[in-house]
Nanobody, 129 residues
Framework: QVQLVESGGGLVQAGGSLSLSCAAS????????MGWFRQAPGQEREFVAA????????YYADSVKGRFTISRDNAKDTVYLQMNSLKPEDTAVYYC??????????????????????WGQGTQVTVSS
């Protein structure tokens, strides 16, 4: 089983940028399709972005499309989330997650939280207005 550790969260002003990383250990990350989710206070966890095993296909929530970019470096066992033009409503704990089972790749399937069986502990992102 892979262990996932997020880093890169912090406090940033609206309009600024942050880059999150998710490092894997215990198993090669190339075995996993990966996603980022977030949970704001008092709200349910929601899908942010996902990337296929090879990195050739990506999916985004409408709320972040055009502002966030997910990428991966399988040689470094790391997945990234570049966040630009941040808004106060992006404030949340951000989680990376992964799954190994085959899937028909669509925005719907990659966005389903219960497809993911491995989760990191999360990193806090706070965007001030």
């Amino acid at each position: 089983q892979v262990q996932l550790v997020e880093s890169g969260g912090g406090l940033v002003q609206a309009g600024g940028s942050l880059s999150l990383s998710c490092a894997a250990s215990g198993r090669t990350l190339s075995d996993y399709a990966m996603g980022w989710f977030r949970q704001a206070p008092g709200q349910e966890r929601e899908f942010v972005a996902a990337i296929s095993w090879s990195g050739t296909t990506t999916y985004y929530a409408d709320s972040v499309k055009g502002r966030f970019t997910i990428s991966r470096d399988n040689a470094k066992d790391t997945v990234y989330l570049q966040m630009n033009s941040l808004k106060p409503e992006d404030t949340a704990v951000y989680y990376c997650a992964g799954f190994t089972h085959p899937i028909i790749g669509t925005p719907y399937t990659y966005g389903r939280e219960n497809e993911y069986d491995t989760w990191g502990q999360g990193t806090q992102v706070t965007v001030s207005s």
